[in-house]
């Protein structure tokens, strides 16, 4: 399939993985990391995957989130960033265009204030050693400092809770297990 304007990323061969939802009255903290820019959307898992590693080589954390798009069907969206503002994503995406890594007028600044956590890893090292697991899953993973200095692997990054149902089904297939938190902490 082919690239959906404004969207590009990295798709993972997601797996099993169990979810629980988090509380849907989290509100917007200063600790948030609820904003993204999505670079693009491909209807198939390996292009948006091969995408996102390209990019995260460049850029940094890159993740892929599939989603239902009403009669689109399914898509998986290549996502950078996660920053507690809107005003950061729009630096980050003003950033992406500047050194060419998305060409204008690719870009959205999506509100995503949930992931899946699939670890809390003991370090910085350990962290990068599950990221590079996941990812020879098919699953694209990336690192934030969570509140209180600890290291968490999330997953994804989605809107609400209902449209991360997707993530949930394939990252059980991949025999991951993941649960579905607030996007929060400081990206290292």
């Keep these: 399939g082919e690239a959906a304007a404004g969207t590009a990323g990295v798709a993972p061969a997601w797996g099993a993985a169990r979810a629980t939802a988090a ?6 903290r200063g600790d948030s990391l609820f904003y993204s820019v999505q670079v693009a959307a491909f209807s198939r898992a390996e292009q948006a995957a091969a995408y ?3 990019l995260a080589r460049r850029a940094g954390a890159a993740t892929v989130s599939p989603v ?3 009669r689109q069907g399914l898509w998986f969206r290549v996502l950078v960033g996660a920053l507690p503002t809107a005003v950061g994503a729009d630096s980050l995406l003003r950033e992406l265009w500047r050194s060419k890594l998305v060409e204008r007028p690719s870009g959205t600044i999506l ?4 992931a899946y956590l ?3 890893p ?4 350990a962290a990068s050693a599950v990221v590079e697991g996941v990812r020879r899953q098919g699953v694209a993973g990336y690192i934030v400092a969570a509140p209180g200095g600890e290291v968490q692997v999330l997953v994804g990054a989605f809107e609400d809770p209902e449209q991360a149902r997707v993530a949930d089904s394939l990252l059980r297939l991949a025999g991951l297990e993941a649960k579905l938190v607030p996007r929060m902490g400081k990206t290292p």
């Design 23 to 28: 509380s849907p009255s989290t509100a917007d």
């Design 52 to 54: 996102a590693e390209r």
């Design 68 to 70: 239902r798009l009403g």
């Design 111 to 114: 509100r995503t204030p949930h």
């Design 118 to 120: 699939v670890a809390r």
């Design 122 to 125: 003991a370090s910085r090292e």
